[in-house]
């Protein structure tokens, strides 16, 4: 493990300007959510429980979208800025190169989830639920994104082009996601049923709803998860055989 | 000229490098490049020039053949030979937000420069190449010749016993090519390293190496010391009465497209 370039990556994502600005959209967006979600919770038409669900669903898909197009642009970025050829260079290992980047990441959801805190104590306000969001944040939040940190990140190792690695990345999301558009009917039979089992992005939701909603046991919440700890296991294989890959193009 | 004597640091041995969609890029290449050489690789466009160093760095697998750097096989140990060579690559990226100063603290620190060295060797090598004063500029707004003077610095940064630079003066002035020569000329003397570089601009390596090699579609096509292929070709070359220079050896051997064996 190399600090120099942890340090780098975390200051390249995490405390660049790039990052500064995304964290004050996502406050922005945080706020005007928290605001409709206290209006409907006061006006009784909605249980504080569901408010949060909703809440810990819409933080979670938007970290992993963001995660997502930053871990698409990690490789990439450098093949195309010709800044790869220097990193290989080095005695680093590739591994190395690649575990630092997901480094660099993670800091920076680390930073966007310690913003939702204030959000998520003014909508646990009054109940015991906070400890319980934020177990979950940290908990299933943290596997979603460490997964598709690693996913993308090995996407851009094999791609040469940012806009594709991108693309790529968001449509491999959207094919885990694909059970959340399904209807109810529609997931209770045949292979709809098999995906919403097993999708991390629809387990990680059943998670959440079991947990705070259905108030279920630690051990059914587990069962729920296991799809999720699954997906992070592939997701961390696939980016250790990708950075075992990762070259310059033939003859660039 | 007074002969050093020959120490081998880079042999290759019918090197061959054929890509996955079947160019051959590199074919059976044999080098010779001994200690304290700047070694000039010269060849048309295409020629497997990029494609032969970076074989050498590891960075590429030859299909066939031996390579060793200071008598580690590179195919065996890549990792043990980037500790001893630096590299300045053709198309070279900058961390461009960053600080002239922060770049080579970075690859001081990745190549594993000593902490108690690395805030002497920082400026040291910064002032080698003449942008001391220019150390907490950002990178963006540097010149693309103060680009390769950080290019030389951070390829020498961890005391490399060799540097490649390839294409070195590209794109550079009159003046900034004279500059970038200086310098490989005294890390050569001065910091005793060994220097394999590539360029187009013959008269430049005539000026610089001692030694050249001379490939044409991957294939070797001469290698020796400067004085001696001219003497050789001095016979044979005989369309001009001017003695013949680097540049005339250079269109002769690759238009026959011969290879040396």
Redo the contacts between chains.
């Keep these: 493990m190399n600090l120099a370039l942890i340090k780098k990556e975390i200051k390249s994502q995490a405390l660049s300007q790039k990052g500064i600005w995304i964290y004050l959209a996502v406050t922005l967006l945080m706020s005007c959510l928290s605001v409709a979600f206290i209006s409907v919770k006061e006006l009784s038409l909605l249980a504080q429980s569901e408010v949060l669900v909703t809440f810990l669903k819409l933080f979670m898909a938007i970290s992993v979208l963001l995660v997502i197009i930053l871990g698409a642009t990690m490789f990439s970025s450098e093949k195309e800025q010709g800044t790869l050829e220097n990193l290989l260079l080095t005695p680093l290992s590739k591994l190395n190169i690649a575990v630092a980047k997901v480094i660099g990441i993670l800091s920076f959801w680390l930073i966007l989830s310690l913003l939702a805190l204030p959000y998520i104590y003014a909508l646990t306000f009054g109940t015991d639920l906070f400890i319980k969001v934020i177990a979950l944040m940290y908990f299933v939040g943290l596997l979603l994104v460490c997964s598709f940190t690693c996913v993308s990140i090995a996407i851009s190792a094999f791609l040469s082009s940012t806009k594709n690695a991108t693309l790529l990345s968001i449509m491999v999301f959207l094919i885990t996601a694909l059970p959340v558009f399904l209807s109810t009917a529609t997931k209770k039979f045949g292979i709809a049923h098999f995906l919403d089992q097993t999708s991390p992005i629809s387990t990680s939701q059943l998670t959440i709803k079991n947990y705070l909603v259905n108030k279920y046991g630690l051990l059914v919440v587990f069962s729920n998860v296991i799809p999720v700890i699954f997906f992070i296991v592939v997701s961390i294989l696939i980016l250790i055989y990708a950075s075992s890959k990762l070259t310059l193009k033939e003859g660039e | 000229m007074e002969r050093k004597k020959e120490v081998p640091i880079i042999t290759l041995k019918n090197v061959t490098k054929k890509?996955?969609?079947g160019?051959l890029?590199v074919n059976k290449l044999n080098l010779n490049v001994n200690e304290g050489d700047i070694y000039g690789f010269l060849g048309p466009n295409g020629a497997g020039k990029t494609?032969t160093i970076?074989m050498i760095?590891g960075?590429?697998t030859p299909s066939e053949g031996e390579i060793k750097v200071n008598g580690v096989n590179v195919l065996k140990d890549p990792?043990?030979v980037?500790?001893i060579?630096g590299?300045l690559?053709e198309?070279?990226?900058?961390?461009e937000?960053m600080t002239s100063y922060e770049y080579l603290?970075?690859?001081a620190?990745?190549?594993?420069v000593p902490k108690a060295d690395r805030s002497r060797r920082v400026p040291d090598v910064l002032t080698m190449v003449g942008i001391l004063d220019k150390k907490d500029v950002p990178i963006h707004e540097y010149s693309r010749g103060m680009k390769q003077r950080l290019g030389i610095a951070?390829s020498i940064i961890h005391s490399p016993k060799i540097i490649f630079l390839d294409e070195p003066t590209l794109g550079l002035d009159p003046q900034g090519q004279k500059d970038i020569q200086k310098i490989i000329f005294d890390l050569n003397t001065k910091e005793k390293t060994t220097v394999f570089i590539t360029s187009h601009l013959l008269k430049e390596i005539s000026e610089i190496c001692n030694k050249v090699a001379i490939v044409n579609k991957g294939t070797l096509a001469e290698e020796g010391e400067i004085h001696d292929l001219i003497n050789k070709y001095g016979t044979i070359i005989n369309d001009s009465p001017n003695p013949i220079t680097l540049e005339d050896i250079f269109f002769y051997v690759t238009k026959q497209g011969g290879t040396k064996q």
Excluded: D, I
């Excluded at chain 2, 620190?109 to 594993?112: D, I």
């Design positions: 890509y996955s969609n160019f890029a494609t970076r760095n960075l590429l990792s043990e980037k500790k060579v590299v690559p198309s070279n990226g900058y961390y937000l603290m970075l690859f620190e990745l190549y594993n951070k």
